[in-house]
């Protein structure tokens, strides 16, 4: 069983930063793209990063210049550094991850952190 558990969601100022982890552990061969999204209330769930095993990375226009991702392949860790935030960036942040397992390459999603930036 796969697993992927995001830690260092909270509360944060307008103009501060906060960084999210997110840990894959289980039956793993080996893991492609990983990145993250984010769900706020009332609205649907988007794209905020996304980085290949290589460390080529995408980001939302909405982030560009203010989040960073990375990863650890050994650790099968992502991370998100954000800074500058905005109130607009509170949501719910999801990691994603595409792991290849013996015999089969699935999708698999964290259950989500809380980030809520106060004005």
């Known amino acids: 069983q796969v697993q992927l558990v995001e830690s260092g969601g909270g509360l944060a100022q307008t103009g501060g930063s906060l960084r999210l982890s997110c840990a894959a552990s289980?039956?793993?061969?080996?893991?492609?793209?990983m990145g993250w999204y984010r769900q706020a209330p009332g609205k649907q769930r988007d794209l905020v990063a996304t980085?290949?095993?290589?460390?080529?990375?995408n980001y939302a226009n909405s982030v560009k210049g203010r989040f960073t991702v990375s990863r650890d392949n050994a650790k099968n860790t992502v991370y998100l550094q954000m800074n500058s935030l905005k109130p607009e960036d509170t949501a719910v942040y999801y990691c994603?991850?595409?792991?290849?397992?013996?015999?089969?390459?699935?999708?698999?999603w964290g259950k989500g952190t809380l980030v809520t930036v106060s004005s």
């Open positions: 980085i290949t095993t290589g460390g080529s990375t």
């Open positions: 289980g039956s793993i061969f080996s893991i492609n793209a």
């Open positions: 994603n991850a595409d792991i290849v397992k013996p015999g089969v390459r699935m999708n698999y």
